[in-house]
C-alpha cells in the first residue's frame, strides 16, 4: 500500500478522477476529504540550468604537488589553448575571494598527457598552490594524502578588471 494526499491506495489499483480525464496535470479524487496541496513543481522547463550561476563543468582542479588542472569546459570558457598564459588573481581586501583568466603573463598551459579527455591544459606551481589552499582554509584536505585532488567550480559571469575578464572561483564546497 502507498500513502498518496489523505487517502491510502493499494498498490496497483488505478486512481480514479471526477470529471477530468486521467493524467495531463489532472489530480486523483480519493475521497471527499481529500486535502488539496499547493505544489512547486520542478520540471526541466521550469528548473534553469545553470541556477547557481556556475557552469557545472567548468572547473579548477588543484593537486596535493601544485599542479592546476583545467577542465575542458573552463579551457572553452576561458577561450585558453596551449600555450597560452593563466592568470591567478586573489582580492587583497577580502583574500578568500580567487579569479582565473587568460593573460600573457600567466602561467603558460600544457596539454594534460595522461588524461583520458586531451581537452584539459595545465600548469603547477606549489607556492600559487599554498598561498590559494591556505586562505580557503582547504590545507586540511591534503593532510596524510599524496596524490589528493580538490576541484573547485567556475562562476560563468565574469567582470573585468584592468581590461581583464576574471572568472570568480567558487571557493565553497570543494569536490575531492
Known sequence: MRRLNAGII???EALRTEGRPAG???????????????????????????PRGYNKNAFLSI?????????????????A?????IVISQDADEPENWFI??????????????????????????????CMLKSL???ALFEGH??????????????ENDSMILYPIINTNPGA
Open 10 to 12: 493499494p498498490a496497483g
Open 101 to 130: 583568466a587568460k593573460g600573457r603573463q600567466g602561467f603558460p598551459l600544457k596539454r594534460e598527457s595522461n588524461s583520458s579527455d586531451n581537452n584539459r591544459l595545465k600548469f603547477s606551481n606549489i607556492y600559487l598552490s599554498n
Open 137 to 139: 582554509e582547504l590545507q
Open 146 to 159: 599524496k596524490n589528493k585532488t580538490i576541484r573547485l567550480r567556475i562562476n560563468d559571469a565574469p567582470s
Open 24 to 50: 495531463a496535470g489532472s489530480i486523483p479524487a480519493l475521497s471527499a476529504n481529500i486535502i488539496f496541496m499547493k505544489l512547486n513543481q520542478f520540471t526541466p522547463a521550469s528548473c534553469p540550468t545553470n
Open 63 to 79: 593537486t596535493s604537488r601544485g599542479v592546476f588542472v583545467l577542465s575542458a569546459a573552463l579551457c572553452v570558457l576561458l577561450k
Open 81 to 85: 589553448e596551449e600555450g597560452d598564459g
